[in-house]
């Protein structure tokens, strides 16, 4: 886990978008947007990008390196409502405290003031510190 408190990517989460400069764009986006909330970890899977405070808020996956798609970038997003939105691809409910909104990103224009919106209710209700 790499604790972080500026939008400066960590070398594994530029592994993890390589061969993808649109994903990478997209996640250098919502690394900018997050910064300025405040400090979080990340953690880097196989599969997928995690940013977390006291548990995770925020998660980045290439869906192209599972199943064919175009998209170079979705964003999970996990909050403790459904939020109701046309924008996500899907929303799940794998608890009866938490709501995952997944939203496809194929550009960083995308990562909007709605997104950034979405991004700082995830942030605060991940709450206290990063997760060490």
């Known amino acids: 886990m790499t604790p ?6 960590p070398p594994e989460v530029v592994r993890f978008f390589e061969g993808s400069a649109q994903g ?4 250098r986006t919502v690394f ?11 953690r880097v899977s196989k599969s997928q990008v995690s940013l977390r405070r006291h548990r995770g808020f925020a998660y980045l996956w290439r869906p192209g ?9 979705v964003l999970a997003l996990a909050l403790p409502c459904n939020l109701g939105s046309a924008r996500f691809k899907e929303v799940s409910h794998p608890s009866p405290s938490m709501w995952m909104h997944h939203l496809e990103l194929h550009d960083p224009s995308m990562v909007d003031a709605e997104v950034a919106e979405w991004l700082r209710e995830a942030f605060d209700s991940a709450g206290g510190k990063p997760a060490a």
Do not use: E, Q, W
């Open 4 to 9: 972080t408190n500026h939008a400066t990517l």
């Open 24 to 27: 990478l764009a997209i996640c």
């Open 32 to 42: 900018d947007v997050v910064s300025a909330f405040g400090p979080f970890t990340v």
């Open 65 to 73: 390196k599972y199943v064919h798609s175009t998209v170079p970038a």
